[in-house]
């Protein structure tokens, strides 16, 4: 059988040429858009659209990589179709119009006159309230961006998947799946419940350290890479990061399933080698440690490891937005102050996530800096 395929390209920036020039051979490396898609098929577009964050932040896919996308659809259907379900702004249509908007999303979809769409409407599918959309689509191409996450240490091809899950019912996953082995396994259903076709990715300027929100720190890494097996292209990610493909929560689960290979060496690489893409210092969360125990140590020590958030009054704009997405109701605001209450927190990170100025940090208690070493 053959080895599942992941190219890698060079992308030095987002100029509109350039970009469309990278994702175009990217695809091209894996047989061209016409694998992938049939004439006049509807074809649904998911890049990663955390919040309202403007394009040089780096939290959302490059609108200009979503163009790139488009163009190389055009030619072969005009059902095309974008959309992303950010809970951030509580899942109201003109909060995502706002995302929509910052993202420079709206933009390039009005340029290149394809619709916008909101997931509202969801189907239940492995159990999990999904964007209808998905389904209504005869291809899902998945655009994720590259970026460091708290809880499952990457968010790439397999994490992005978790925006199909229609808005604020995040929230009440993450609420009732407080483990990373047990978010994972949720993730992991929605990728296979409805597997993208085709997944691209934009790690032109990525994110490392504490991400995905803005607590993460930019990095160039200068990549475009594609492939319709997103673990494959997870599993290349991780040794990008210098981390064992199974450290990936994500990936266990995955690889448990059957979804993919289980190490890089069952991944044929093609274009441009992994080694012109790999620093030495690519900076994990503060708390990657955690993602790496076995299920029932996590659940065991996760309260004796007493990751403490901490909200940093001097960055804080008291803006509420990490009230709104915390599943556990553990924020308030007391006396002037942004406070989290520890005998409620489940430790989700979803805070830090959404918060807009950095102003959320996780100190490590001295065990889980131990672990770390
Ligand atoms: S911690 Fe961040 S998200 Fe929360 S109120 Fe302060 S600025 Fe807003
Ligand atoms: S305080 Fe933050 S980490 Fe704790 S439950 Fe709420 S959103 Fe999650």
């Known amino acids: 059988m053959d080895k599942p395929k992941v190219s890698l390209v060079e992308c030095a920036s987002y100029d509109t040429a350039q970009t469309e020039a990278a994702v175009r051979k990217a695809v091209d490396l894996l047989g061209g858009m016409g694998r992938f898609v049939k004439f006049g098929e509807k074809v649904l577009l998911k890049p990663n659209l955390l919040t309202d964050a403007a394009p040089e932040k780096a939290i959302t896919t490059h609108p200009e990589v979503v163009r790139a996308v488009i163009r190389l659809l055009k030619p072969i259907t005009p059902h095309i179709y974008c959309g992303d379900s950010p809970c951030v702004w509580g899942g109201e249509k003109n909060n995502i119009d706002r995302v929509y908007e910052v ?45 460091t996450h708290g809880l499952t240490v990457l968010t790439a091809a397999l994490k992005n998947l978790f925006g199909l899950a229609v808005g604020m019912n995040k929230m009440k996953i993450h609420r009732d799946n407080p483990r990373i082995a047990d978010l994972s396994k949720v993730i992991v259903d929605i990728y296979e419940v409805r597997r993208p076709d085709l997944n691209i990715l934009d790690g032109v300027v990525a994110m490392e350290g504490d991400g995905p929100g803005s607590a993460g720190t930019l990095k160039n890494v200068g990549l475009i890479a594609a492939s319709c097996n997103g673990l494959s292209l997870d599993i290349v ?24 290979p289980a190490s890089i060496g069952a991944i044929d690489i093609l274009g441009v080698e992994l080694k012109n893409f790999i620093t030495s210092d690519f900076k994990l969360p503060k708390t990657s440690v955690i993602a790496k125990m076995p299920k029932w140590a996590a659940g065991v020590l996760t309260s004796l ?5 901490c909200v940093d009054a001097s960055k804080c704009k008291l803006c509420g937005l990490c009230q709104k997405s915390c599943p556990a109701g553990a924020m308030r605001r007391v006396k002037g102050r942004m406070v989290v209450d520890r005998t409620k927190c489940i430790l989700c990170l979803c805070c830090q996530e959404v918060c807009p100025h950095a102003a959320v940090d996780i100190k490590k208690s001295l065990f889980l800096g131990l672990l770390s070493r």
């Open 103 to 147: 993202t420079g999303i709206k933009k390039v979809c009005q340029e290149e006159d394809i619709e916008l769409v909101y997931f509202t409407k969801a189907r239940m599918a492995a159990g999990h309230p999904l964007a209808e959309w998905a389904f209504a689509c005869d291809r899902v191409i998945n655009i994720p961006k590259f970026k």
């Open 237 to 260: 990610l991780a040794a990008l990061m210098g981390v064992d493909a199974l450290d990936i929560p994500t990936n266990r689960e995955a690889v448990r399933r059957g979804l993919g």
């Open 305 to 309: 490891l007493t990751m403490k958030l």
